[in-house]
């Protein structure tokens, strides 16, 4: 998961990608003045700055925080998160946007001041007392959430859940009255923008149709298999410092960034200071090892995010997709493939000592296990997309007001045994409080993680048809190609493009759903 990203800091540099994809430098042509865009720049780096301290206090509380500081923090949290609205809402804002749209900008300028437009757009649809509430029941409800999740308290999470589902149901009505959207669409529009439910209904749709046929054939064909569970227990330290070990294996700078525990894990921080964390369990490492190898896709990204533009909205992650597309191009696409894991295989020896269920063949076997389970993030790949669609065919609905919280749990229970033939009656810990999603008032993220791995399976057709000798080289331990394909065509662009215009770029096409259904098949079938 990557956390909420805050806005971002300075000069803006223009680049233009040559023909293979790889992003230049070249001299800016002098320009005529502009001082409103000038003004608005400023501003933005501001509010980059204020948002470095915001995310790495919201990074201590999941971290770090003693329990007794929490109603101090979401106090702080709540002023630091007026403050930044009152300044995106400063009507001199708005009047040097519209003289900003009259002077003579470059392209990248273009893109910058639409990116700025809209985030102030999002922000002048909600009263800074709307925003300073949200804070403080948002910090309530997960704080609470932490303890509640574990004691299987349904009940308990229920008093702090209604009023942030109160809160978000009226941000989305005001956003959705001043976008002229739908509610849901207005909330999903804010981590994937111009993403609509049209499109969601069409995608998710399809999946149904074709993916229980798929999980079965693949369960048939795995069950002539025999698999070597590891042998435990796996000291936490050394779960530490193999999952370091690994990070350092995929190029993440720890000289920007380090690796914590909380209970979730995320990603959060800067650009320029990455705050990625795990949890480890000592009779499961692969749990930790692969949210790890996620949060480092989602680590990669913003430390590759445009340097020279930082502090300006057109510096920041495309969306929450295309940011879940890097974490799931490392997880599943690289961080499942053969050669990876041959890779991975001598360093679960060092770390746990030599076991038969080290050896790669076994190690891919139990890697791509397909197996439906209770919990979202320990899916594997054929079967996560279920879990995203029950999560969506839920909080629409929740939203809009067609179900209350009340409903949540006989909903979830109907669809985990529709969709993957599970029983969750009264398995509230293991059900929905098991996401801080709705704990944290996240309403319209969830969609994103299937598109993400649409779009990484995207992503690596195009790799392929750029370097034909793409698995080959993987297996031979080199990952230049994965790494220099995203950093040209993905990291480095920013918010440059809209997400349809990046994706076509990239790989000569918007999102295209069938290259994710012959990923599986191929790695699954084949």
């Known amino acids: 998961m990557r956390a909420a990203a805050a806005a971002r800091s300075p000069t803006i540099a223009a680049i233009e990608a040559d023909p293979a994809g790889a992003p230049c430098r070249r001299p800016r042509t002098p320009m005529p003045a502009t001082p409103a865009y000038d003004d608005l720049t400023r501003t933005y780096d501001r509010l980059h700055r204020l948002g470095h301290l915001q995310a790495l206090a919201g990074w201590d509380q999941a971290a770090n925080m003693p329990p007794k500081g929490s109603a101090a923090r979401a106090a702080a949290l709540a002023e630091m998160a007026a403050l930044l609205h009152r300044i995106r809402?400063?009507?001199?804002?708005?009047?040097?946007?519209?003289?900003?749209?009259?002077?003579?900008?470059?392209?990248?300028?273009?893109?910058?001041?639409?990116?700025?437009?809209?985030d102030w757009r999002h922000a002048n649809a909600l009263p800074e007392s709307l925003v300073q509430r949200r804070q403080l029941a948002a910090s309530r409800c997960e704080h609470a959430w932490r303890a509640q999740r574990p004691a299987n308290d349904w009940a308990g999470f229920?008093?702090?859940f209604r009023e942030l589902l109160a809160i978000a149901r009226e941000e989305a009505e005001r956003l959705s009255q001043q976008q002229g959207l739908a509610r849901y669409d207005a909330l999903m529009d804010r981590f994937e923008p111009g993403m609509r439910c049209t499109v969601v209904d069409r995608v998710f749709g399809d999946l149904r149709h074709w993916l229980p046929g798929l999980i079965e054939r693949v369960r048939a064909r795995q069950a002539q298999q025999t698999v070597i569970a590891p042998v435990g227990p796996f000291p936490l330290a050394a779960q530490r410092r193999l999952c370091e070990?690994?990070?350092?294996?995929l190029g993440f700078d720890f000289d920007a960034g380090r690796l914590d525990v909380s209970t979730h894990p995320f990603c959060g921080g800067v650009p320029e200071d990455v705050r990625m964390t795990t949890r480890f369990r000592e009779d499961d490492f692969l749990?930790?090892?692969?949210?790890?190898?996620?949060?480092?896709?989602?680590?990669?990204?913003?430390?590759?995010?445009?340097?020279?533009w930082l502090g300006q909205p057109v510096a920041e992650a495309r969306s929450m997709a295309v940011h879940e597309s890097c974490s799931l191009a490392f997880e599943m696409q690289l961080g499942s493939h053969p050669g990876f894991i041959a890779r991975l295989a001598p360093l679960l020896a060092e770390a746990f000592g030599a076991q038969p269920a080290f050896e790669p063949a076994n190690l891919q076997r139990l890697m791509t296990r397909v197996q439906p389970g209770l919990i979202r993030v320990d899916a594997d790949e054929v079967t996560y997309p279920a879990h995203i669609v029950l999560r969506y065919e839920i909080e629409r609905p929740l939203i809009e007001g067609a179900i209350e919280a009340e409903d949540i749990p006989a909903l979830w229970d109907a669809k985990m045994a529709e969709l993957l033939g599970l029983d969750t009656r009264g398995n509230w810990r293991d059900g929905p409080l098991q996401d801080v999603h709705w704990p944290e008032g996240l309403f319209g993220y969830?969609?994103?993680?299937?598109?993400?791995?649409?779009?990484?399976?995207?992503?690596?057709?195009?790799?392929?048809?750029?370097?034909?000798?793409?698995d080959a080289r993987i297996h031979a331990g080199d990952f230049a190609p994965v790494f220099d394909w995203l950093r040209a065509q993905i990291?480095?662009?920013?918010?440059?493009?809209?997400?349809?215009?990046l994706a076509q770029r990239a790989s000569g096409e918007a999102l295209n759903p069938a290259?994710?259904?012959?990923?599986?098949?191929?790695?699954y079938l084949g």
């Open 89 to 118: 809402t400063d009507p001199a804002l708005a009047a040097a946007i519209e003289r900003a749209e009259r002077e003579a900008l470059d392209d990248l300028q273009r893109a910058n001041l639409r990116e700025i437009r809209r």
């Open 158 to 160: 229920l008093g702090n």
């Open 245 to 249: 070990r690994v990070i350092a294996l």
């Open 287 to 308: 749990g930790s090892l692969m949210g790890t190898v996620h949060e480092t896709g989602h680590g990669r990204y913003e430390q590759n995010l445009p340097r020279a």
């Open 446 to 470: 969830f969609p994103c993680y299937t598109l993400g791995a649409m779009f990484a399976a995207q992503w690596f057709a195009a790799i392929r048809r750029r370097h034909p000798d793409l």
């Open 491 to 501: 990291w480095s662009q920013g918010s440059r493009w809209t997400t349809d215009e």
């Open 515 to 523: 290259h994710f259904k012959a990923h599986l098949q191929a790695r």
